[in-house]
């Protein structure tokens, strides 16, 4: 609770407490390649959650990278014969259609000579950005390598330029603390085995044969980049063509295990990405899933349970390899909202350059970097080393990052009313702006924590307040570490932070509010995990259903449980609290909700469970 002290007083002592802290916090690690911080975690068959996270630690904390597409389709630029091919850069062959023969784009080969090629200045825009990690393709779908790989010519030792590319830039990221990583497409539009051949390749000779082509040149060409360049992530891509089976992801994975157990998968190493969506939901297997989810080109709608990581990959401008003339530019206030709507999640955001063939990352790209980097100078102690929001779902006025008891709210656009309402079971410590350290008033108002705004807010992108708790986030309906926590002596568990069963879903069936839904198979089960102090309490839940005669059965484990009868509620779009019994409840429990043997279209609609202390 804010100290009594007379108003002037308390606002110069907020101050001070803040500018305190943003001494202390501000000290985010110097970089991501720190081995002190960031030891070397290996992968094992056996790897436990805990593990998984030690293993993902540089790459959570980082939040940011760079993303770079650079190759011979940026000599080509997005033109053929001064016409624009329409769609990306690094596409142009497959996109050119008859108007370019692999022969014809294999010309640039003799003509690409990166002259200008810098990688220094490459990556001090990134770690000025407040990138800590940087992503470049060392081979893309054309199948043009940027090292000088044993296992083919087809690279840059076979232009004017002959030296690798990918060293250099290696050695400039251990320069500047940066993370090495490297893109690598499994599809191969030259490599005469890979399959479907191209009608444009007129180049490969004898028949195809994806077997051999994963086992011949894919395996040893990764192990090579592994063994030579030692990425943090390989980010596989090109996975989605039927002649890349999930065998062959799973077999591919299990490689990369095998010669780079330290080096992070993402899920293109495999078939579980469900397109642009980019998450391995639904996915039958636990293998070939590689670390981590890829959204391309947008940004989840909402966080995920603990221990789900996912990066979202994204443009500057519309297209990943350099295109001429391309000035769709996104915004600095868009990417930086970008940046933070991910990191709210739990997520990461890497952002794309496509530089020239001479070595160039375009002036319109190094402007937003700068721009980012100069916001960030400021509030990047917000988004590094950060966790997810303990609201699954984002607020309506901005988004919420957290480290321990401190939350940083990123306010996007000021409430009307310039009231940002937390429905915490916590009081507030300290509430300033890490722009400038005014303080911002804060103070509990029923079941939440309200501040109230200044007519003018530091930045018009997004505003950070830190605010600092008296003691561990209590979030109403949200989650802590994955646990559902209690505020004000009860626990409400919703939707969101379920988790669902075969055939479940999140709808909304009434009053805007989200409820679980398409309970038809009685097999399907609800499961929420929770921290609960100790004590006696009463279960209550909203249901909606048009019959009576379901049962729904409350296992908290330990031989711990409560079932009731599911009521007539007039509809599945009706809602009625009933209460279910009660329990007794002494720290972390797995909540595990199974229906009896359904009566009727389904068992239930549920909008909520409330756990209330006697
Ligand atoms: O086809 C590629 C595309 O060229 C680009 O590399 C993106 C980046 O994630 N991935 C594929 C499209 O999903």
């Known amino acids: 609770m804010t100290p009594t002290l007379p108003r002037g007083l308390t606002c110069l002592f907020l101050g001070l407490v803040g500018l305190a802290a943003a001494a202390l916090n501000a000290q985010v690690p110097a970089s991501s390649i720190d081995p002190n911080r960031y ?26 990278g760079m993303f770079i597409h650079w190759g011979l389709y940026s000599e080509w630029a997005g033109y053929v014969d001064g016409k624009r091919i329409n769609g990306a850069g690094e596409w142009i062959i497959e996109s050119a259609g008859n108007k370019l023969a692999l022969s014809r784009y294999l010309t640039a080969r003799d003509r690409f000579n990166p002259t200008k090629f810098d990688p220094d200045a490459w990556v001090k825009a990134a770690k000025e950005a407040g990138m800590d990690y940087l992503v470049i393709t060392s081979k893309h779908h054309d199948g043009f390598c940027l090292w000088d790989s044993k296992h083919t010519d087809h690279d840059v030792a076979s232009t004017p330029w002959k030296k690798d590319l990918l060293k250099p830039l290696q050695e400039a990221c251990l320069r500047h603390g940066v993370r090495f990583c490297l893109y ?12 479907p051949r191209r009608k ?24 090579e980049i592994i063994e030579r360049f030692d990425p943090g992530l390989l980010w596989f891509d090109g996975e989605w063509e039927s002649t890349y089976t999930a065998a062959m992801g799973e ?15 993402n899920n293109r190493v495999g078939k579980s990405r469900k397109g642009m969506e980019g998450m391995s939901h639904g996915y039958s297997g636990n293998k070939g899933v590689g670390d981590y989810g890829t959204p391309e080109q947008n940004i989840p709608p909402n966080g995920f349970p603990k221990g789900v990581h996912w990066e979202s990959c994204m443009t500057m401008n519309d297209t990943w390899g350099f295109v001429k003339g391309d000035n769709n530019w996104k915004s600095d206030a868009t990417l930086i909202r970008n940046l933070v709507d991910c990191a709210s999640k739990g997520g990461n955001y ?7 063939d001479k070595g160039e990352i375009p002036a319109a790209s190094l402007e937003r970097l700068a721009a980012i980097g100069a916001w960030m100078r400021v509030n990047g102690e917000a988004v590094k080393r950060t ?8 607020m309506p006025w901005g988004r919420i990052t957290r480290r ?5 709210l990123h306010v ?3 409430p009307a009313d310039g009231k940002l309402v937390l429905p915490v079971d916590n009081a507030p410590r300290s509430a300033a702006f890490l722009a400038t350290g005014a303080a911002v008033a804060a103070k509990r108002v029923e079941d939440s924590i309200v501040l109230d705004l200044p007519a003018t807010l530091p930045d018009r992108r997004v505003s950070v307040i830190r605010l600092v708790l008296d003691g561990e986030v209590r979030p109403v309906g949200g989650l802590v570490d994955g646990r559902v926590r209690a505020s004000a002596g009860r626990l409400l568990l919703l939707p969101d932070t379920a988790e669902l069963g075969a055939g479940l879903i999140i709808e909304s069936k009434s009053e805007g509010k989200p409820n679980i839904g398409g309970w038809v198979d009685d097999r399907s089960t609800v499961a929420w995990k929770l921290r609960a102090p100790k004590g006696s309490y009463v279960v209550t839940a909203e249901l909606g259903a048009p019959d009576a005669g379901n049962r729904l059965v409350l296992d908290f484990g330990g031989g711990r449980k409560v079932e009731g009868e599911v009521p007539a509620t007039g509809g599945w779009d009706k809602f009625r609290t009933v209460t279910l019994g009660t329990v007794e409840l002494d720290g972390d429990v797995d909540l595990t909700v199974r229906a009896g043997p359904r009566k009727g279209e389904g068992v239930a609609n549920v909008r909520s469970l409330t756990l209330t202390r006697r």
């Open 404 to 408: 321990g008891e401190t939350l940083f």
């Open 200 to 223: 444009y390749n007129d180049v490969a000779q004898g028949p195809t044969d994806v077997p051999r082509f994963v086992q011949e040149y894919l395996k040893p060409q990764v192990r």
């Open 387 to 394: 966790e997810a929001s303990p609201f699954i779902r984002p």
């Open 39 to 64: 030891p070397k975690v290996a992968w094992t068959e056996n790897e436990t959650p805990e593990g998984k996270e030690a293993r993902m630690r540089w790459f959570n904390d980082a939040r940011f």
């Open 350 to 356: 890497l952002l794309n350059v496509g530089p020239t």
């Open 251 to 265: 077999d591919l994975e299990a490689w990369c295990r095998r010669h780079g157990p330290a080096t992070i998968l």
């Open 184 to 195: 690598h497409s499994i599809m191969d539009w030259h490599h005469p085995l890979y399959a």
């Open 412 to 414: 996007f656009d000021r």
